[in-house]
């Protein structure tokens, strides 16, 4: 005879199984999806020329600084759908220093000219006003590369590091160099919203 099982039992074994579930779907597809928060950005006490001096020790291109907000839905799309997955973290890290900056934040950064400040201010004062912003600066400090607007792939991530990487700013355009690698640019922006509709 079988024993009576409780509806609570039965819904705390779901809840606990369901993480696992989970995490099998999202490798079904051969991709691993891990915590941007923690395996994409580089943790930081914000002081960029001491972050940038173990980009240069550790023989990188550079750093990534990726402005967002916290109501940004395009940042949250990146954040969750492509600095989450495991090749993009990977490759990036092995390339860059990556930092978020949160142009409506308070946390104090040091800028290339000493000066500390804001993110909020530090955003103004590098001239960006929306999100999300990806600005990549070389070794010497100097921006060599900004990136407006949602990245909406994995691919497009890596191809924009891959333009980074060769060289290819100093000469190409990147929506040149996408269309070059097969990457067609969509005609209308689709926000996140309307992408599971």
Not at 49 to 62: H, I, S
Not at 92 to 99: A, S
Not at 107 to 114: A, H, K, Q, R, W
């Amino acid at each position: 005879m079988l024993a009576e099982v409780s509806p609570r039992a039965v819904l705390a074994v779901f809840l606990l199984a369901l993480p696992l579930f989970m995490t099998g779907i999202a490798r079904a597809d051969g991709v691993e999806v891990r915590d941007a928060r923690e395996f994409f950005f580089t943790q930081t006490f914000g002081d960029l020329p001491e972050e940038m001096q173990v980009a240069r020790d550790e023989g990188k291109l550079g750093m990534l600084l990726f402005f967002e907000a916290d109501a940004c839905p395009y940042c949250q799309h990146m954040i969750t759908k492509v600095l989450s997955q495991q090749n993009v973290q990977d490759w990036y890290r092995e390339r860059f220093i990556n930092i978020a900056v949160d142009i409506h934040g308070d946390v104090e950064l040091t800028d290339f000219d000493g000066i500390t400040l804001p993110s909020k201010i530090f955003s103004d004062h590098r001239r960006v006003f929306l999100t999300p912003v990806m600005a990549f600066i070389d070794l010497a400090g100097n921006e060599i590369h900004r990136h407006y607007g949602m990245i909406k792939t994995a691919e497009e991530f890596l191809l924009l590091g891959e333009y980074i990487e060769g060289g290819h700013y100093l000469d190409t355009e990147y929506e040149v160099f996408a269309n070059a690698r097969g990457m067609q640019q969509q005609g209308s922006l689709i926000t996140p919203a309307e992408e599971s509709e």
